[in-house]
């Protein structure tokens, strides 16, 4: 069965019935002592695709691009910089034109790819990938399913080729593609907010994206996607986002830590949870619709005059949609935990 995005179950999920979920107890995340390359999220036009991250704040601001786009038949070339194990690169690219970008890995290396795009109308959208050896064998989409993201093991030492097929007209993009070093099983990027000293660390398990609707009073500056091939291979589970945002709104701030009475589903306040030293006032709520379940897990806290908001959100499909013995339920506990290894991290500078 495909699995659909959470966009398309919008209606359905603002008229959906409270259910109560438990919480999760989280486990300790790893300890990296290599210092961490910074989030990207602002949209620069570069020159060529060796990219150096520059590191901003906030939601996307985007760019008009200066350069010609390359035919989708001469495939660009991803070089990372000197050491490095990835690259952000922004561009852009028309409706009904596709342009592919080719990277050369080894055999056994994990790789993470997705892209982050503007709309010419300025809304949320996406950009089908397809994910392809130099061997033939198609890495992504699997099934009937789109494939707006991928991460997993390498199967050859090969060129990889990343082809982008817009459904819209898209303005700018970032594309991310991190290969991991030899052994390595994940790598690690910081996210800081220079205007209220906001960071937190978080792996390629995760990638940068448009947050789809949820539960938050305000709106994300850093919405990260499960982004693990694995973790979604013959499970319930659709799609899970981890979401930060803040606000200095006075009026925001004043309710910060008050259930969200606009939300699409009603919020139970479980109680005061400490996360690195602060104290966020722990809320769950979980809505069922069209045979879907979404569960959050949101956390809010005003301090110095500025409300955080956190929110694990997690979308899956009921069991019985699909033919018998074909998927699994999605081991919830371990997304908790993964969430939970990124949000462990957050602290105030």
């Given amino acids: 069965m495909k699995k659909i995005p959470s966009f398309l179950f919008l209606l359905a999920f603002l008229t959906a019935c409270a259910v109560s979920t438990p919480a999760i107890p989280p486990t300790q995340p790893p300890v990296e002592n290599a210092p961490l390359p910074t989030q990207t999220l602002q949209f620069t036009p570069i020159p060529t695709l060796t990219f150096t991250p520059v590191p901003t704040v906030g939601f996307p601001t985007f760019v008009a691009p200066t350069s010609t786009p390359d035919p989708a038949s001469q495939p660009n070339l991803i070089q990372f910089p000197a050491n490095g194990t990835y690259?952000?690169?922004?561009?852009?690219?028309?409706?009904?034109?596709?342009?592919?970008?080719?990277?050369?890995?080894?055999?056994?290396?994990?790789?993470?790819?997705?892209?982050?795009?503007?709309?010419?109308?300025?809304?949320?959208?996406?950009?089908?990938?397809?994910?392809?050896?130099?061997d033939g064998v198609i890495l992504c989409p699997q099934q009937d399913s789109d494939c707006t993201a991928w991460r997993g093991v390498l199967p050859a030492t090969q060129d990889y080729f990343i082809t982008l097929s817009p459904v819209t007209d898209v303005i700018q993009f970032v594309l991310r593609v991190a290969v991991n070093p030899p052994g390595k099983s994940e790598q690690?990027?910081?996210?800081?907010?220079?205007?209220?000293?906001?960071?937190?660390?978080?792996?390629?398990?995760?990638?940068?994206?448009?947050?789809?609707f949820s539960n938050y009073k305000i709106v994300p500056e850093l919405a990260l996607y499960v982004n693990d091939n694995e973790t979604y291979m013959k499970t319930n589970l659709s799609e899970a986002y981890f979401f930060l945002g803040s606000s200095a709104d006075p009026q925001m701030v004043a309710s910060c830590t008050d259930s969200n009475p606009n939300g699409?589903?009603?919020?139970?306040?479980?109680?005061?949870?400490?996360?690195?030293?602060?104290?966020?006032?722990?809320?769950?709520?979980?809505?069922?619709?069209?045979?879907?379940?979404?569960?959050?897990?949101?956390?809010?806290?005003?301090?110095?005059?500025?409300?955080?908001?956190?929110?694990?959100?997690?979308?899956?499909?009921?069991?019985?949609?699909?033919p018998p013995d074909t998927v699994t339920e999605f081991d919830r506990n371990a997304i908790m935990n993964k969430m939970y290894t990124v949000f462990s991290t957050f602290t105030i500078k």
């Fill in 87 to 134: 690259a952000d690169i922004t561009d852009f690219i028309e409706i009904n034109k596709s342009k592919t970008y080719s990277v050369n890995a080894m055999k056994g290396q994990i790789m993470s790819v997705s892209v982050l795009p503007q709309s010419a109308d300025n809304n949320w959208t996406y950009i089908p990938l397809q994910i392809k050896g130099a």
């Fill in 188 to 212: 690690y990027f910081q996210y800081f907010n220079p205007a209220n000293g906001v960071s937190l660390t978080y792996s390629d398990y995760f990638a940068p994206v448009f947050p789809v």
């Fill in 264 to 322: 699409g589903a009603i919020e139970q306040i479980v109680g005061n949870e400490v996360i690195n030293g602060f104290t966020f006032v722990h809320s769950t709520s979980a809505g069922v619709g069209a045979g879907n379940l979404y569960e959050q897990e949101i956390y809010r806290m005003a301090y110095n005059n500025i409300c955080y908001e956190v929110i694990y959100h997690m979308h899956s499909a009921n069991i019985g949609n699909f």
